[in-house]
């Protein structure tokens, strides 16, 4: 498998995708908020793996310029059918990735990665590549399944049975520990590391990083 058959598997999966309800609303709020206080009016923010752009419509109103990516083009089209019935200002949709040459060097202050550093196929090289689009002392903020942290059974035998037959795109299987020493790796100072789930056990650290 490879970037392009992920990408195709979003794009068939994209509108049952955008059917489906966040399973913990009180977290997926209490994300937003957080965001928001690290956030500024004079903010250009890139997030990447946007899907179909709930947190895009939610945070872009509050900066200065808000780009939200992602390689799925079934994605992009309907977060795009989103943003015409409810148009936010100086927030854009496209299709485009980390690594995509439209996107300048420290064109950014801040990057976000919400569900997103898991679906990647080189973390390493996209942590840097996040790292060289912010501007100095610019923001790198993630939420992102730590699989590694999981059941071992869904890790070594469930993900790759569901690989095998196309019911699931390549996951990175890394742990909360494994992410921050990647972060810290590619340049980066981790001031906050966060458990937002208001239900059960959660894998999903909510990070804050600093470009050292």
């Given at each position: 498998?490879?970037?392009?058959s992920d990408?195709r598997?979003?794009d068939r999966t ?37 899907g ?28 795009e ?6 148009p ?6 496209r299709i ?7 996107l ?7 990057v976000l ?27 790198f ?5 730590c699989?590694?942290?999981m059941?071992?059974?869904i ?6 049975a569901?690989?095998?037959t ?18 810290s ?17 959660d ?5 804050v990083?600093?470009?050292?």
């Open positions: 498998m490879s970037i392009t990408a598997f979003w994209s509108r049952k995708y955008a059917k489906s309800a966040v399973t913990d609303q009180d977290g997926y709020a209490r994300t937003l908020s957080r965001t928001r206080s690290l956030l500024g009016t004079a903010d250009r923010v890139l997030e990447l793996g946007c179909t752009g709930t947190t895009a419509l939610r945070l872009a109103g509050e900066v200065k310029s808000y780009l939200a990516t992602d390689f799925s083009e079934g994605m992009i089209a309907i977060a059918e989103r943003h015409r019935a409810n936010v200002p100086r927030l854009e949709f485009a990735t980390a690594e995509s040459t439209e300048e060097i420290g064109q950014f202050d801040a990665g919400f569900n997103y550093l898991h679906l990647v196929r080189d973390l390493p090289g996209t942590l840097r590549r996040i790292h060289a689009l912010l501007a100095a002392d610019g923001l903020i993630s939420k992102t399944p699989l590694g942290d059941n071992p059974l890790r070594l035998v469930l993900l790759p569901m690989r095998a196309g019911l699931a795109p390549h996951a990175g299987a890394f742990s909360t520990a494994e992410l921050a020493r990647l972060i790796a590619a340049g980066f100072e981790i001031v906050a590391t966060e458990i937002h789930s208001t239900r059960g056990n894998n999903r650290p909510y990070i990083a600093h470009k050292r």
